[in-house]
Each structure stands twice: as structure tokens, then as C-alpha cells.
């Protein structure tokens, strides 16, 4: 990672007001990374540019506040979860809505969209699961299991098993074509937040209150890493798109994943506070965040985050070992990778009109539903923008679909650089600090003057000397100076003496936990 880079590492993209009343939801569009749905108390769905924070649609139909929604992996269909239960699917192309989907009782907690079928899985506090037929209207199962809120939902890859984890600390797989649960994982110790399934390999990823994240094994069903380091609760996370590593998302930073062994390869300070969604696209991570009615975007050059590197534990060299690439970054073990079956549940087509019938009182009948879809509607605000998007989709293409470009980095704030420099330079040896001193504030040489003493360096040797070692240097302490980063979010957050010493313990490097004594020491 270079850090003598003159361009952020990680910056906020946009913020922007997304609804009159409070955002209750957001989700990002994971295939183009492009598109962001919002859902607020105003019971209405936006749909957002991230490049331009502009609102190219609002989706109305919903009668009580929308409390989840999820873009499909194709970015066409978006499906909304209100507090009533109600589950509503939109067709972005066409701009309108496909169906309303009954069943659920209480308020909707999470949603799914299966990899490549018409099916959705949907949850919500009556701690109940439910996958969806969109064709027919119908759920095909309603699964039950969690003793509390289910609060995350994952297909896998290969569209055979649903991953599900809730408030009582457990993380359930789900058989699809058995409609049974397959097997329950226990060994978080506080809720789970948030699952994901490994791209290609049979692994599945929990993340919690607890501040861990548990890796299960698929084959074995086994628990092989539980990586800590996380000081606040695991929000989010998204495996690499090659699988090499995984992204944690926390209220401080971002964290950098392996196992096999479990080790952290980089921390990212990037101030998103509480990070509801990620992506990647472009070798770029984007994330998405939402306050009251204000929600904000980030982005992370994912090309200068570390991803691997068998001696980098929480983002810092141990035992002055140099930076080598792993011999198998993804993992010691080889699994079982996902295939893609030559059909889609078909078990699941073959269900009869009456095994999808809900049980009586939970689905309205398919005239109320015929009324209800009437009144709700798409209205286009940016015609432009949504030509850009969802028209060419309708249009043969001649070439190749053009890959939206990356987005641009800012520079680095000044006083940043300049701190840099500054910490770069202080801690090695006195000679060395002595030449960077006859640098002027501009950051040029003074000329030497005629009668300069024999012997003395001249400036291109003087500058050679610097350059040596100086990008190890860099590593180094710009990891040591995120590291003081995530100590100091928490000492703002919390108490002193407790958790920014707990923080800095779990950082596992002795320089952080000395700067953080000496400061408290310091205090009058």
C-alpha cells in the first residue's frame, strides 16, 4: 500500500437528503455498484445515482413506513418490506410494480433475491421466513425456527440453500427444495446482524453484536476461523468478488479479512459511522450510510488496501518480517465450489395452487390485491438518467456494454500530508532528520552555497539517502496511525481508561498501546 500517495485512500462520495421524514433502510446495487435504493417513515422507495446523487425514481404504493429493501443481482427489480408486512416487488425497466406479496404479520426485518429464479425470501419479527413464488403470488415455505427477529437473509451462489441469522445469536441453513433447516450454527454471543455466502466456495460468514465474525465450513459444518479485532458491532460485510478476502463493515473503519490462518491484512479509518451496505466495483469498494434523512455514500480504493499477506496481522508488520504474497491467499483448505443447476427448483414448481395457499388471515384476496397495486406507482423525476440506466437494456448492442469508470480520488488534505511527512521522519535517526530540516516549507532545496564545507552531501545524494527505505517506512506507519485512528474513534465514543485501552489491547501492536499511555499519562 502506498501510502506517499498524494490522493485519498477513502473519501465521502455524497450526501444528500433522501426522504421528508427519517431513512429507515438503504441497499446498493451490487452488480453495477451504481444504483442505491432508499426507503424512509414516508413510505415511499427512491431510487438514487450514486455518481450523482440524483433521484431518478420514487416508488409509492406503500401504506406504513418501508423498513427494508433489496436490489435483484441484475439491478432490474427492486423489493421493499414494509411495517405492515406487506412485501412489494418493482419492475426498474418498466417502472411499475410486479406484486404485492402478503403474509407476514409484523414489520419486515430483511430481504433476499435469489441468484437467478423468481424467488425472494423475505423475514420479520413474527420470526418467521418466507419464500416467494413472484409468478404466483404465492409463498412456496414459511420457515420457522428463530426463537427471536430474523435479521439477515442470504441465498447461496448456486440457489439451493438460504442462510438466515437473527436476535438469538444463531445462523440457521435452510435446504430449499426440503423446505428444512439443514443445520443450526451457535457461537455467537450476542445477535447476528448480517450472513454472507463465500462466491465460490461452500463457506458462509456471520457477522454480530459480539464484534466477531464466525467462518463456517459447508462440508463439514464446522466453525474454522472466528476473526476478531472489530471495536464496535460487525454491520456489514461482503466477500471479494475473487473470494481472497473479506470486507467488514463497523461503525469505525473498514476491516480487511483472511483466515486460514485468521489475520487482519488492513484497517481503512473511513468516518462512515453506521454503514448499512457495501459493493465493489472497479477495484473500488463503495458504501453507503444513512443519519435522520440524510444519507451519504464512501468510497475505498480497494488498490491500495492491502488483501493479503501471511505476516500482516490487524495491518501491521510483525516481527520485522518483510511483505510476502500467501503461496494460496484464499485459504490453506480446498472446498467444494458451487454449481449452478440445469434447473431452477424444480422441486419447488411442482408444489400444488393449494400447498402455496398461506394460511387463512394472511394473504388478502386477489381483488384487494388487484386494488392495492393500482394505487401504487413509479414516477420518474430524472428521464435522463433513467434512459442512461435502464433503456439501453431494451436496445441490441453492437459493441460490448461500456464499463462505467472508477471514481475519481480526491488529493489528500494538506495538513494530512504534511503530518505524514512529519511522523515519517521523527522516528528514524537524527542525521536523517537533520537533512529533511534543510528542506524549506515548499518543500524545495536551498541552493548550497560556494563555499560549501568538503565532503558535505550533495543534494542528490542527500535525496538518495532519504528514499532508503523510506516506502517501508510509510507502511508502516501510516498502519500504525490507522490503528491510532480506530483508538481514538472509540476514546471520542466511550470511556478513556476502559475501551480505548481494550481497543488498543486488541490491536495487538505494543507501539499503540504505549502512545495511548503516555497520553493518558500526559492528561493533568
Not at 20 to 45: F, I, N, P, Q, W
Not at 147 to 165: C, H, I, Q, Y
Not at 391 to 410: D, G, H, L, M
Amino acid at each position: 500500500m502506498a501510502a506517499a500517495s498524494t490522493t485519498k485512500i477513502s473519501w465521502r462520495l455524497n450526501e444528500f437528503e433522501a426522504h421528508s421524514k427519517m431513512v429507515s433502510c438503504l441497499a446498493l446495487a451490487k452488480h453495477s455498484g451504481r444504483l442505491l435504493a432508499t426507503g424512509g417513515e414516508d413510505c415511499s422507495v427512491n431510487i438514487w445515482s450514486i455518481s450523482k446523487a440524483n433521484c431518478i425514481m420514487s416508488l409509492t404504493g406503500h401504506k406504513n413506513p418501508v423498513e427494508c429493501v433489496e436490489i435483484n443481482s441484475t439491478d432490474e427489480q427492486v423489493v421493499t418490506g414494509s411495517q405492515s408486512g406487506s412485501v412489494r416487488v418493482w419492475d426498474l425497466e418498466a417502472a411499475k410494480i410486479l406484486r404485492t406479496l402478503m403474509g407476514h404479520r409484523t414489520s419486515i426485518t430483511s430481504l433476499s433475491c435469489h441468484p437467478f429464479g423468481e424467488y425472494i425470501a423475505s423475514s420479520s419479527m413474527d420470526m418467521n421466513i418466507k419464500l416467494w413464488d413472484v409468478r404466483r403470488k404465492g409463498y412456496v415455505f414459511s420457515f420457522s425456527g428463530h426463537t427471536e427477529a430474523v435479521r439477515s437473509l442470504a441465498f447461496s451462489p448456486d440457489g439451493k440453500w438460504l442462510a438466515s441469522a437473527g436476535d438469538d445469536c444463531s445462523v440457521k441453513l435452510w435446504d430449499l427444495a426440503q423446505g428444512k433447516v439443514i443445520k443450526e450454527f451457535r457461537s455467537h454471543t450476542a445477535a447476528v446482524h448480517t450472513v454472507q455466502f463465500h462466491p465460490n466456495e461452500y463457506l458462509l460468514a456471520s457477522g454480530g453484536s459480539d464484534r466477531t465474525i464466525k467462518l463456517w465450513d459447508l462440508e463439514k459444518f464446522t466453525m474454522i476461523g472466528s476473526l476478531e479485532g472489530n471495536t464496535t458491532p460487525v454491520r456489514c460485510m461482503l466477500f471479494s468478488p475473487d473470494g481472497c478476502c473479506l470486507y467488514s463493515g463497523a461503525t469505525d473503519c473498514l476491516r480487511v479479512f483472511g483466515w486460514e490462518p485468521d489475520r487482519c491484512f488492513d484497517v481503512v479509518s473511513v468516518g462512515w459511522e453506521k454503514v448499512s451496505d457495501l459493493a465493489v466495483c472497479n477495484q473500488q469498494l463503495i458504501a453507503a450510510s444513512h443519519h435522520l434523512s440524510t444519507v451519504s455514500s464512501y468510497v475505498v480504493d480497494l488498490k491500495r488496501v492491502k488483501k493479503s499477506g501471511g505476516s500482516v496481522i490487524q495491518g501491521i508488520i510483525q516481527d520485522n518480517q518483510p511483505l510476502t504474497e500467501p503461496k494460496d491467499p484464499k485459504g490453506a483448505t480446498i472446498r467444494r465450489s458451487y454449481e449452478r443447476p440445469t434447473t431452477t427448483c424444480s422441486r419447488l414448481k411442482q408444489r400444488s395452487d393449494a400447498d402455496r395457499r398461506s394460511p387463512e388471515g394472511e394473504r388478502q384476496s386477489p381483488s384487494e390485491e388487484e386494488a392495492d397495486e393500482k394505487l401504487s406507482s413509479a414516477e420518474i423525476h430524472n428521464a435522463e438518467d433513467y434512459k442512461e440506466i435502464f433503456q439501453p437494456k431494451n436496445a441490441i448492442s453492437r459493441t460490448p456494454p461500456r464499463i462505467p469508470e472508477p471514481f475519481p480520488a480526491p488529493p489528500e488534505d494538506e495538513m494530512e500530508i504534511n503530518i505524514h511527512c512529519f511522523l515519517c521522519l521523527t522516528v528514524v535517526s537524527g542525521w536523517f532528520y537533520s537533512v529533511f530540516l534543510l528542506r524549506d516549507c515548499s518543500g524545495h532545496w536551498p541552493s548550497s552555497p560556494a563555499n560549501h564545507r568538503p565532503g558535505a552531501l550533495s543534494d542528490d545524494e542527500a535525496v538518495t539517502q532519504i528514499k532508503k527505505g523510506h516506502d517501508t517506512m510509510c507502511v508502516m506507519l501510516s498502519s500504525r496511525h490507522k490503528n491510532l485512528e480506530t483508538v481514538r474513534a472509540v476514546w471520542v465514543r466511550e470511556d478513556v481508561k476502559v475501551s480505548a485501552l481494550d481497543a488498543a489491547v486488541s490491536i495487538n501492536d505494543l507501539s499503540i498501546v504505549v502512545d495511548v499511555l503516555n497520553i493518558i499519562n500526559l492528561q493533568p
